[in-house]
Structure formats: C-alpha cells, structure tokens
C-alpha cells in the first residue's frame, strides 16, 4: 500500500527556510489538511512535495505506487498530481481540448497502472497492491464536477467558480495515487465544496492520498491536520512537534512565498 513520509523536511525559497522540520508519515486512504497563517509555506510545502522546489533539508519518501514504466516510483512528483492556485488550463482552447491535454500528457501513468490493476485482478488480491481506480474520459470527468456538456466551451468563458471546477477535473482524467492540493476549493459554492468532498472521499477510498493546504473545512471527517506556523511544523499528534527553522518576518516571508 501507499505510505508518504516526511524525516526532518524543512521547507524554503532558495536557501531561506520557511518552515519545518516535519516529521509525518501519511498511508494509503488518508487525508492530510495543511492549515495556518498566511505565509507560513502552506504552498511552499506543497510545491516542494510535487517537486517544483527542492527540499532546504530532510527527505521525502515514498513506498508502493508504480511510475509510468511499471517500476517503484522513485519520485512523488511521479505519482502525483498538483493543483496549484494557478488552474494550469489554457484560456484560448476548450475545456474538453485542455483535460484531453492532461489525459494524454499524465496517460502513461495512468495506463500501465489500470493495467496492473487488471493483472491483480485476474490474479485475486494479495498484499500489498493498492485498489485503483480507472480514469474518466473529459466529458466524464467534467459531469462529475457538475460541469456536463461544456467540454466544447472555451476555458476563458467560464466564470472562475467553473474554472475552478474544470482544473479540480484534471484529478479525474488520469489516475495518480497521490493528490497534491493548494486551496482546491476556492472560489467554489457550498454544493461544489460537498462535491468536492465526494470526490476525495472516493479517491481515498480507492486507496489514494490527499494532501490539501487550506483556510477553509473541506467536509473531510476523518482528515489528519498539520497546522504550520512561521518557522515550525506540528500535527495533531500523530507527528511532529520539533522546533523548526528561525522565523521569518513578513516581509521575508512574503518575499520568499511570492503569489504562491
């Protein structure tokens, strides 16, 4: 099964640490909400953990999921899915053009993993092969975040609580085991939020892995939370309480978030 860990990982902007060190271990079926104070390196942890920053110090780790060519994952970013502020959707092209993007450009992953799960499932279950779940084609995939029938509408034209719904679809065109999320459901109604709900609860269901940094309740019950403050990183118990890297002023703190 899917187990992240974190050993001592302090987070930061080039060499100026922002918080940390955590210490944190998340398994398959899990959710982690990632609370705290604007500027604390909520977004910071997040896009060291999908790769886009490199770790000041400590490590990642991770144990289970199959990258695209069928071998133990190497990299979280491998089996991971990140959905930043930004919704990584082009303006100019349709909705249903922009998830076909994401569907062919995350396919690899997603086809030699619903392959293992049919090679399981013709074998009978065994330990240590994680449920997986078969991803939904655009059309689908926007009928599950109460977007049907505007695959054809460009991404420009929909008002930004639709454009947040149509990135959140991104999670449904290929299957990746972990979802990385930054404030997933701004800008989003009361009905979408308990969609959204629905969706990571399946995900985790399936023996998936949600880590979600927010300001806001995601309607996630049974969800661990890891409340950052400026220069440390503690859960709720199940994790660590150390002292973390020297605090930053605001305006450093700022600095080193930018509009992340």
């Not at 770790?55 to 994952?73: K, Y």
Request: glycine share 12%; net charge negative.
């Amino acid at each position: 099964m899917a187990r992240l860990t974190l050993d001592a990982l302090v987070v930061g902007r080039g060499s100026t640490a922002v918080a940390g060190p955590f210490d944190i271990a998340v398994a398959a079926g899990e959710a982690l909400v990632v609370t705290g104070p604007n500027g604390a390196g909520k977004s910071t942890l997040l896009r060291t953990l999908a790769g886009l920053l490199p770790p000041i110090s400590g490590t990642i780790r991770l144990e289970g999921p199959a990258a695209s060519d069928g071998e133990a994952a190497e990299r979280l970013a491998d089996v991971a899915h990140y959905l930043g502020h930004r919704h990584g959707m082009k303006s100019q092209i349709t909705v249903g053009e922009n998830l076909a993007f994401w569907a062919r450009y995350l396919g690899g992953a997603a086809a030699a993993q619903s392959e293992r799960s049919r090679q399981d499932a013709r074998r009978g279950p065994h330990v240590g092969v994680p449920t997986v779940s078969a991803p939904l084609s655009p059309a689908e995939a926007l009928a599950a975040v109460g977007l049907p029938g505007l695959d054809a509408i460009p991404f420009g034209y929909l008002s930004a609580g639709q454009q947040r719904r149509a990135s959140l679809a991104r999670l449904l065109v290929a299957h990746r085991p972990v979802w990385i999320l930054d404030e997933p459901t701004s800008a989003l109604d009361i009905a979408s939020q308990a969609r959204f709900a629905d969706l990571v609860a399946g995900h985790l269901a399936a023996g998936g892995i949600a880590i979600a940094a927010t300001h806001h309740p995601l309607g996630l019950e049974a969800a661990r939370t890891l409340h950052i403050t400026p220069g440390a990183g503690r859960d709720d118990g199940r994790g660590s309480n150390a002292p973390g890297a020297p605090a930053l002023d605001d305006a450093a703190l700022a600095e080193a978030e930018g509009w992340l």
